[in-house]
Every structure is written in C-alpha cells, then in structure tokens.
C-alpha cells in the first residue's frame, strides 16, 4: 500500500476496530488485493494483531493475498453453465495457463476465477475476460481466444 493509499484510509476512518472489513476492502480495491506490507500497516493502525486480521480477512472469499494478474478471466460455474460445461471450459484454462483458480499466472499476465453468475445464463457457458463476456464458449473457442490474444501481443 502506498503512503497516499494509506493517508486516504486514515481520512476516511476513524481507526476503530469495528471498521477492519471495510478498511481490508478499501485497500483492496486501490491495491487490487492486501500485501503484507498493507496488513502489517493495518494491524499497527487499528491495533488488531495481523493473526486476527489474516484469519478474519481469509474467511471472506473476496479478498486477495497475491498480486492480480494484469487479466481477469471469470470463469462462470452457475447452474446454467455449470449444466453446458463451464467446469471443463475452467479445467482447460487451468491446463493452458497453468494457473489455479484465485492466482495468478506465472508471467503475471491473467488472473483466472471462478464466478457464480455472470448474468447472461442463456448463453451459457460463459466466461469474461476483463469487461468483455463470452457467451456460448467451448474448449475449441477458449484455446482460440487464448492464442489470439497472444498473436495480437507478439504483433
Ligand atoms: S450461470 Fe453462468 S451466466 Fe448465469
């Protein structure tokens, strides 16, 4: 977290304990996810040992320990896509990026995650890379758009 990151925080609290969700979401949605440094700055802060924060930080699916990557691919494992293959179109993503759910991959270019609905069902399966959604996907199509946006890159 940067030093202005952190003097925003600080205007924008009080500095209570009470307040140590949304000051996680806060960092979170200027850093893109918590550092060490940032829960270090905030234990010290709102005096809440880093254990506590941590264990309170991690039953929330939403934050993040590690650095996203430059892309995020959403994969959507709702009902409807579940139903049309969504887990095999993320099995092939893990395989082709090498890269589990919620990490990033090595190089740092994409993110991969799974979503719960990314409202289009009917054109399940259905997945988002940044702000654009892919509807009607297949194993065939994600191989495709992955080896175009790498083509494009390397132009
Ligand atoms: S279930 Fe996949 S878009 Fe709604």
Redo the contacts with the bound molecule.
């Keep these: 977290m940067t030093n202005q990151v952190f003097s925003d925080v600080v205007r924008e609290f009080k500095g209570d304990p009470s307040e140590l969700i949304p000051v996680l979401q806060r960092v979170q949605a200027a850093d893109g996810y918590l550092s060490s440094d940032s829960l270090t700055r905030i234990s010290r802060w709102l005096r809440i040992s880093e254990n506590e924060i941590y264990g309170v930080a991690t039953f929330f699916a939403q934050f993040r320990f590690t650095q996203p990557g430059e892309h995020i691919i959403k994969v959507?494992?709702?009902?409807?896509?579940?139903v049309?293959g969504?887990e095999q179109i993320l099995e092939v993503l893990k395989r082709r990026l090498d890269v589990q759910p919620g990490r990033a991959t090595a190089d740092g270019k994409y993110q991969l995650e799974r979503?719960?609905?990314?409202?289009?069902?009917?054109?399940?399966?259905?997945l988002s890379i940044d702000e654009k959604v892919y509807?009607e996907t297949s194993v065939l199509r994600v191989h495709q758009m992955i080896e175009e946006r790498e083509n494009r890159e390397n132009a």
Excluded at 76 to 82: F, I, N, P, S
């Design positions: 959507c494992l709702g009902t409807a896509c579940h049309k969504g979503v719960a609905c990314l409202g289009c069902c009917a054109l399940a399966p259905v509807g």
